[in-house]
């Protein structure tokens, strides 16, 4: 992983980082990872 000028992880990065752990996560945890991995970060701004 590594992270962009912004301070933020690549969107590759971000995505195996959620699904590294939604694998030992349990459910409620892992479907909130899920959705907060699928945040649009021009959205946030």
Not at 29 to 45: F, T, V, W, Y
């Amino acid at each position: 992983m590594q992270w962009q000028q912004d301070g933020e992880l690549a969107q590759a990065d971000l995505d195996a980082l959620v699904h590294a752990l939604q694998q030992v996560e349990c459910d409620h945890n892992s479907a909130e990872l899920q959705r907060l991995g699928q945040i649009d970060p021009s959205a946030a701004a």
